[in-house]
């Protein structure tokens, strides 16, 4: 139950959420589908996380997340509006342990290493967008059926 993954890890992190604004916007086309859970969890955790940590201080943090089923395959989209960062830059170490890209924030650099093994570990793949300045996407793609 996607909706009931996304709830535990917003209430890991419920500290941080109400200490900020932002706004989170969910649309789960398909709710359920075959993962392990505190993976999901977990994934669910790192990407808010990060949307906190690099989050523009001067605006509202908006996150939009959709699920749906696409060619018998689960399909997670997770956007936000923070400050993004080079993709080209990070090159090789995007998805490396305890790699930063940005190094004025706090944090530890195993978010997006987490959700690549996690993903994996399940049978998906995941991709991700990102600028300077323009926020970021990932979009994960589970199996449907193990």
Known sequence: DAEACLRKAQMSLSNELASSRFSLT??????????IEPYVVSIFYNL???????????KELEIRITLKEVDQRTVLE???????????AAGENLFKPFKRFH????????GLYMIKIQTEAMGGTGAIQSKPGMGF?????FLCKP
Request: aromatic share 14%; proline share 0%.
């Open 78 to 88: 997770y956007q936000d509006n923070g400050i993004g960062f080079d993709l080209e």
């Open 137 to 141: 996407t990932s979009v994960i793609t």
């Open 26 to 35: 969910s649309d789960f086309s398909t709710r359920n589908f075959y993962g």
């Open 103 to 110: 190094l004025h924030r706090e944090g530890k650099g195993v």
């Open 48 to 58: 808010l996380s990060n949307s906190l940590k690099f989050r523009k201080e001067e």
